[in-house]
Nanobody, 115 residues
């Protein structure tokens, strides 16, 4: 199983970014995708989860600003991030839980929000 988060970059506070995570090597339609982030010097933090049926859940710190979605035809999940704040600066990771409850981690993508 391979997965790669992409779409990060440098933006100003208040702007938006959309991250993507493409998953290959496992039946995507039955996967649960977890978005996490890790800021410098801090522990990895859960951001959002999107289940196979499309149900989503979010950390309090991003609820109302971030939206997770999935395109099963493209084996891809997205994290739309609006109204970005400096405290959203982190490396963002997508993790996948497959149909057998195995978990895989991918490389992250850097998001930097300047104030």
């Amino acid at each position: 199983v391979q997965l790669q988060a992409s779409g990060g970059g440098l933006v100003q506070a208040g702007e938006s970014l959309r991250l993507s995570c493409k998953v290959v090597g496992t039946p995507f339609i039955v996967t649960t995708i977890i978005w996490e982030r890790q800021a410098p010097g801090k522990r990895r933090q859960w951001v959002a989860t999107i289940h196979s049926g499309g149900d989503t859940s979010y950390a309090d710190s991003v609820r109302g600003r971030f939206t997770a979605s999935r395109d099963n035809a493209k084996n891809t999940v997205y994290l739309q991030m609006n109204s970005l704040k400096s405290e959203d600066t982190a490396v963002y990771y997508c993790n996948v839980i497959d149909g057998l409850s195995n978990e895989y981690w991918g490389q992250g993508t850097q998001v930097t929000v300047s104030s």
